[in-house]
């Protein structure tokens, strides 16, 4: 028999959606609980898809990708403007 997890221990994934507002409520969102879980994911990501022995393609483009998303989310207020404008 699999031992029982606290509900404070568990991962977001395995958390029931009855359980996810007490969840919530014992995370840290104290500035150094969020920049502790933006190390763990940074740390998480860099070894799973950059520090690898064969590596790939995915990473990288894992961060190509976001950065092009970030940009066109920055520089649509400026696009939408643009699309209505006729040039002639």
């Given amino acids: 028999l699999p031992l029982p997890v606290l509900l404070k221990d568990m ?6 959606l ?3 507002g007490s969840w919530l409520a ?3 969102f104290t500035p150094g609980g969020i920049l ?13 898809y950059i520090n690898v022995r064969k590596g790939g393609l ?11 998303v970030l940009s066109y989310m920055w520089s649509y207020s ?4 643009d ?3 006729k040039y002639h």
């Fill in 78 to 81: 400026h696009v939408k403007h």
């Fill in 58 to 68: 995915g990473g990288i483009s894992m961060v190509l990708a976001g950065y092009i």
């Fill in 26 to 28: 014992m995370r840290d």
């Fill in 36 to 48: 502790g879980a933006m190390r763990r994911g940074y740390d998480r990501y860099y070894n799973k």
């Fill in 11 to 16: 991962k977001l994934m395995d958390v029931k």
């Fill in 18 to 20: 009855g359980q996810l």
């Fill in 83 to 85: 699309r209505r404008r």
